[in-house]
T-cell receptor, first 113, second 111 residues
Framework: KQEVTQIPAALSVPEGENLVLNCSFT??????LQWFRQDPGKGLTSLLLIQSSQREQTSGRLNASLDKSSGRSTLYIAASQPGDSATYLC????????????FGGGTRLMVKP | DTAVSQTPKYLVTQMGNDKSIKCEQN?????MYWYKQDSKKFLKIMFS???????INETVPNRFSPKSPDKAHLNLHINSLELGDSAVYFCASNLGQSEAFFGQGTRLTVV
């Protein structure tokens, strides 16, 4: 059974810092991996999708990497801003199980002005 | 234009009642899902529905049943509501294993 873990569970940084959020998964037989952002009381916003054949994806100040063999993905946020404060979730698509995403517990990020 | 929309956004109801949550997507996706986010904010898959194939997470009580009138809609019916059903329920959709899009969630409170 696939398990997804995100460390740290919470992170507080001053504005302007570059930071890395970690995601690990127990079964490396994944199809894709997706990073989401969730603001309090809101839905999930897709940030990046990394396909299994890719090693990284970039969107603006965000860069996500994927190492399937080691069961890890990282989300790098450059020059963090207070508006980046949110919970960041990673989720993996297994090769089977009907495309159902398995989520990590999330990292709650606070960027202080 | 909202890609994945859910109604209602908030639902407060008494124990034992039956309720439904509706979901619609206008993205032309072929797979829709229901997820439950508990009080600890952990998201767990409940159902996946693709071309009339339903895949159920075995931990979901049979009081929960998804109903899909067409590819763009996947509604969630809940019978005999219990206090422990209180949570935020999210609908999502995608095409194959492409990027998944989520609705804004329905906060269900059972009193």
């Amino acid at each position: 059974k696939q398990e997804v873990t995100q460390i740290p569970a919470a992170l507080s940084v001053p504005e302007g810092e570059n930071l890395v959020l970690n995601c690990s998964f127990t079964d490396s037989a994944i199809y894709n991996l997706q990073w989401f952002r969730q603001d309090p009381g809101k839905g999930l916003t897709s940030l990046l999708l990394i396909q299994s054949s890719q090693r990284e994806q970039t969107s603006g100040r965000l860069n996500a990497s994927l190492d399937k063999s080691s069961g890890r993905s990282t989300l790098y946020i450059a020059a963090s801003q207070p508006g980046d404060s949110a919970t960041y979730l990673c989720a993996v698509y297994p090769n089977n199980a009907g495309n159902m995403l398995t989520f990590g517990g999330g990292t709650r990020l606070m960027v202080k002005p | 234009d909202t890609a994945v929309s859910q109604t209602p956004k908030y639902l407060v109801t008494q124990m034992g009642n039956d309720k439904s949550i509706k979901c619609e997507q206008n993205l032309g996706h072929d797979t829709m899902y229901w997820y439950k986010q508990d009080s600890k904010k952990f998201l767990k898959i409940m159902f996946s529905y693709n071309n009339k194939e339903l895949i159920i997470n075995e931990t979901v009580p049979n009081r929960f049943s998804p109903k899909s009138p067409d590819k763009a809609h996947l509604n969630l019916h809940i019978n005999s509501l219990e206090l422990g059903d209180s949570a935020v329920y999210f609908c999502a959709s995608n095409l194959g294993q492409s990027e998944a899009f989520f609705g804004q969630g329905t906060r269900l409170t059972v009193v």
